[in-house]
């Protein structure tokens, strides 16, 4: 698969097939993260993958899902994540600023391989943390950042393109048709795109 193609395909996902992800696979995933840009290159990131089943859920229990669509959009009983990604942070090697978009350039990294290996993804921050904390047993000296749950997928959301000035809270709010299946709107690239400068063109 092509990177565009990736880019282009990549959604968030919150239905998930039953399959188990490869111990190999997502060791994959993580090296691709580490090899992400880092702010002054202090790479305060580190990882703990979530693949046993009842460890799963122990993690599921920990999160909340699509607030537009809430309660639609939690993945039900027999479609939820075969594997989760939970993104730690080393508060000391920290950027003042930076260490934040290290998490971007991580998880994208990540998410687009995933796509590029036949996986889904949901990037959450919704999350209990300190009951996360308990479940990963998480040490002194490292926070959550976020988690990144992977299966294959069991839905396919669509891609809407808004029209040119539409925009607001509500264009961009995602929502479920009446066949069940995610739309997800995307503001038009003539709004977001602009050529040698910001002035009218």
């Not at 999350?127 to 997928?153: C, F, H, M, Q, Y």
Request: glycine fraction near 6%.
């Amino acid at each position: 698969m092509r990177v565009s193609e990736a880019i282009g395909k990549r959604r968030s996902v919150r239905a998930f097939g039953q399959t188990p992800i490869a111990r190999e696979t997502l060791t994959e995933l993580v090296a691709a993260a580490r090899l992400a840009p880092s702010a002054a290159n202090l790479q305060p990131l580190e990882y703990v993958v979530v693949s046993q089943p009842e460890r799963c859920q122990q993690v599921f229990d920990c999160l909340k899902w699509a607030a537009y669509t809430h309660p639609v959009g939690t993945p039900g009983p027999g479609q939820r994540p075969t594997a989760y990604l939970i993104v730690l942070v080393r508060p000391e090697y920290k950027a003042p600023v930076g260490w934040a978009y290290d998490v971007g350039a991580a998880l994208m990294a990540v998410m687009l391989l995933a796509m590029e290996k036949g996986l889904a993804t949901c990037w959450l921050k919704s999350i209990n943390l300190p009951r996360l904390a308990k479940v990963i047993d998480l040490p002194e000296g490292l926070e959550i950042d976020s988690v990144l749950a992977l299966g294959t997928a069991a839905e396919e959301p669509a891609l809407v393109d808004l029209a040119p000035g539409q925009a607001g809270r509500e264009a961009i709010r995602y929502w479920r048709d009446p066949d069940g299946r995610q739309q997800v709107p995307k503001r038009a690239l003539a709004d977001l795109l602009h050529w040698e400068g910001c002035a009218a063109e």
